[in-house]
């Protein structure tokens, strides 16, 4: 050990500035859902570390923001989450000409957004996709089911179609949204429907399939379909489509059903206390720049929303409907509202309700702040 004071004295000083220059630029994302080579060449091109985290589902996105010990730089709500963290001042502006590429940005999805942040002043889109079906034929035949055409959420909902999947595994997101617009759908009605008779209708299916899933987790099913440890899954597009990618030796479908389901935008967005709003800038403006959004999509297979990205992403993923749904499946989608909050609890009491009478689910509601 090196016991010359004067030495120990630099090191100690050496270690303290380089400790202070170099605060990492903390950014929190959904689990399994970018391209972790990008991460490195960010730093790599930049000399900005990343403090790299990642939460499975909304409510845990909401703990893991507002219970931060220390401010988050970027983070990646829903489009669900948008106008929530908006009416809380949670979010700054964004400085637009620090976004090299902002002008690609697809129109469509920025119209989309502006019905949560009018005129886009405090989000771009990150990456979005459909909550569809998920099935590994292979795993479901050895276990005898047979397969059908299946194209529409029966397949969940009615119980003799479910039950012949209970043995090998259903999952589900953690999404009650998600659940609940999978059922509304299945009934006819709106995802956005706020009558009460309608959300209690769908509560009754969702209760059933509760008691049938072997969990709701947003981010276990991909590996669990891909090895056949489930064989259905409602879940997310792209992660279903990764499972099929992972295993080419499973045959595992992902279909939007026939009924309609949700179409949803995950964006990048700079909390209001951001400790490095220029770095935050940087990391947006490095995701949003052609070539990087297309590696991403090429990993994550979810769409991007940067137009002249097309030319980098591979012809297998341009032209699978699971990635991008055909004009014929767009027009079966709907994007969630903003939510009004006696809707968002009562969607929450049914949601514990149906879990809690499959025995696995009993937690009473909280508000969290304020979401509920
Ligand atoms: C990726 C999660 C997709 C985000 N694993 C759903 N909004």
């Not at 000083?13 to 400790?19: I, P, S, Y």
């Not at 959420?153 to 209970?166: A, G, M, P």
């Not at 027009?331 to 025995?359: I, M, P, S």
Request: glycine fraction near 6%; hydrophobic fraction near 40%; aromatic fraction near 12%.
């Amino acid at each position: 050990m090196n016991s010359n004071p004067l030495i120990t004295f630099l090191v100690s000083v050496t270690l303290t500035v380089t400790a202070q220059a170099a605060d990492p630029l903390r950014v929190l994302n959904w689990s399994d859902y970018i391209d972790e080579d990008l991460l490195l060449s960010f730093t790599n091109s930049t000399g900005i570390d990343l403090d790299y985290q990642t939460f499975e589902d909304e409510e845990e996105f909401i703990s893991a923001f507002f219970d931060a010990e220390k401010p988050w730089d970027v983070i990646v709500p829903s489009d669900n989450l948008l106008a929530f963290l908006i009416s809380k001042n949670a979010l700054q502006p964004l400085r637009k000409d620090r976004i090299n590429f902002y002008d690609q940005l697809d129109p469509r999805i920025m119209a989309q957004l502006a019905t949560k942040d009018p005129e886009n002043p405090y989000a771009v889109p990150y990456m979005w996709g459909t909550t569809g079906l998920g099935i590994n034929w292979t795993a479901a035949q050895a276990l005898g089911v047979t397969r059908r055409n299946y194209h529409d959420w029966s397949v969940v909902f009615d119980d003799t179609l479910r039950s012949q999947f209970t043995d090998c595994g259903i999952a589900a997101v953690n999404e009650p949204d998600e659940i609940f617009a999978a059922a509304l759908r299945y009934t006819g009605f709106s995802i956005n429907t706020t009558q009460k008779t309608e959300l209690a209708t769908a509560s009754e299916l969702v209760k059933k399939l509760a008691s049938d899933v072997r969990y709701f987790h947003s981010g276990r099913y991909t590996e669990d379909l891909a090895n056949g440890n489930i064989c259905l899954v409602i879940g997310y597009s792209g992660d279903i489509m990764g499972a099929a990618y992972e295993a080419d030796d499973q045959d595992i479908d992902y279909f939007v059903p026939s009924q309609g389901s949700s179409i949803w935008f995950d964006v990048l967005a700079i909390p209001a206390n951001s400790a490095n709003v220029e770095g935050a800038h940087a990391f947006i403006d490095y995701l949003s720049t052609p070539e990087v959004a297309a590696a991403n999509t090429n990993y994550n297979a979810y769409p991007n929303p940067i137009l002249s990205s097309a030319q980098w992403v591979e012809h297998s993923i341009l032209n699978n409907p699971g990635v991008y749904p055909t004009t014929h499946t767009i027009a079966l989608l709907e994007g969630f509202a903003v939510q009004d909050k006696r809707t968002r609890r009562l969607k929450k009491k049914y949601w514990v309700y149906a879990n809690c009478g499959a025995g696995a689910y009993c937690e009473v509601p909280i508000s969290l702040y304020g979401y509920f």
